[in-house]
């Protein structure tokens, strides 16, 4: 059974960082994509912030780019999600999620944390 922990969330100022983990289980994380997404208050999930790809490749939207990296250990069965220069509007609720596909479409993702609250505020 696939299963995905994440942890790493918390209050932080904006201009701070912080880095979420995802702890993997039942399944050999080297061959699944890893998406991070993010919902926030209000509003409904968006698609992948980050996206650390089966195949090696790594992908930020633009919204976070050059802010935010996703990175793996498949050795740790863990991926990361790097989180720089944090703004307001980066609050949200962010969650991981695996697929098998190397670059999924949303629906493809098979499995989903519960997710860790992020809040950026002064």
């Known amino acids: 059974q696939l299963q995905l922990v994440e942890s790493g969330g918390g209050l932080v100022q904006p201009g701070g960082s912080l880095r979420l983990s995802c702890a993997t289980s039942?399944?050999?994380?080297?061959?699944?994509?890893i998406g991070w997404f993010r919902q926030a208050p209000g509003k409904e999930r968006e698609g992948p912030s980050c996206?650390?790809?089966?195949?090696?490749?790594?992908y930020c939207a633009d919204s976070v780019k050059g802010r935010f990296t996703v990175s793996r250990d498949n050795a740790k069965n863990t991926v990361y999600l790097q989180m720089d220069s944090l703004k307001p509007e980066d609050t949200a609720v962010y969650y991981c999620?695996?697929?098998?596909?190397?670059?999924?479409?949303?629906?493809?993702?098979?499995?989903w944390g519960q997710g860790t609250q992020v809040t950026v505020s002064s």
């Open positions: 039942g399944f050999t994380l080297a061959s699944y994509t």
């Open positions: 996206i650390s790809s089966s195949d090696g490749s790594t």
């Open positions: 999620a695996a697929s098998w596909y190397s670059d999924p479409r949303e629906y493809e993702y098979d499995a």
